[in-house]
């Protein structure tokens, strides 16, 4: 697909994205060094004029004993436009995988939003999988999507289980189709930013293709200084 420019949209994806989902194996720092630096350089195989160069910073890994508890709150996007294989499919088996890593200290919220917002679960522990993963199991897709007051609950609920020394993570799940109540580019970004002061910050997850509206979700996670990862 590289070497076929015809196939290569400009506005496809962010190049970063792509470069960042490969493992490269580069080596972690040694000693007391905070950062590795590794370069290296190959032909362009779309253009024989010219090189390209890869430079990797890498810190080193972060051991997962020492974290502090987590306090995630999804909020899970169940409208009608979901209802695709790479959608909420693809949310269900991804949270499958996060459970395996949750511990008895971890409390996790889920929230769908459609029509209007429905709380799933609300507060439960992360060694409670077997809960946490009926729950997700059991998302259907259908309805419009009124995102506002789903992001208003989830904050909420952030705040509510919020602790001391805690990571507090509101984290929207969505192909970003707003399209019911608040959903210009200002006013959604505008109402996350008013809810920042919980303490919790956003990670939103975008999925799909075709229209997916990639400057709104980076909008809705900048304002709150957090950031947007695309499934």
Same mark, same amino acid.
């Given at each position: 697909?590289?070497? !076929?420019?015809?196939?290569? $949209? ?20 040694? =000693? ?14 779309? *253009? ?16 997962? !004993? ?5 306090? %995630? ?13 790479? +959608? ?14 949750? =511990? ?37 897709a259908g309805g ?15 705040? +509510? ?19 019911i109540g608040v ?7 505008? %109402? ?6 919980? =303490? ?10 075709? *229209?997916?509206?990639?400057n709104q979700l $980076? ?13």
């Amino acid at each position: 697909m590289i070497q !076929d420019q015809t196939q290569i $949209q400009p506005d496809a994806g962010r190049l970063e994205g792509m470069i960042n989902a490969l493992s490269y194996g580069d080596a972690a720092p040694e =000693g007391k060094e905070p950062m590795a630096i590794h370069a290296q350089v190959a032909a362009c195989p779309w *253009n024989t004029d010219h090189l390209l160069m890869r430079i990797n910073l890498k810190t080193k890994e972060v051991e997962s !004993d020492g974290l502090p508890p987590s306090n %995630l709150v999804f909020l899970i996007d169940t409208s009608g436009s979901m209802d695709e294989a790479n +959608k909420l499919p693809l949310v269900q088996r991804s949270f499958a995988l996060l459970v395996e890593q949750l =511990g008895e200290d971890d409390r996790v919220s889920i929230l769908t939003y459609a029509g209007s917002s429905e709380v799933v679960l609300e507060g439960v522990r992360g060694s409670e999988q077997a809960k946490l993963l009926e729950a997700v199991a059991g998302l259907m897709a259908g309805g419009g999507t009124h995102g506002a007051a789903g992001i208003e609950t989830a904050y909420a609920l952030a705040d +509510k289980y919020a602790a001391p020394g805690t990571n507090s993570r509101v984290i929207p799940a969505t192909d970003g189709d707003f399209n019911i109540g608040v959903h210009s580019d200002s006013e959604l970004p505008r %109402l996350i930013e008013e809810n920042k002061q919980t =303490g919790a910050s956003p990670t939103v997850l975008g999925l799909g293709s075709g *229209n997916y509206p990639d400057n709104q979700l $980076q909008a809705l996670a900048a304002r709150a200084h957090g950031h947007a990862l695309y499934l």
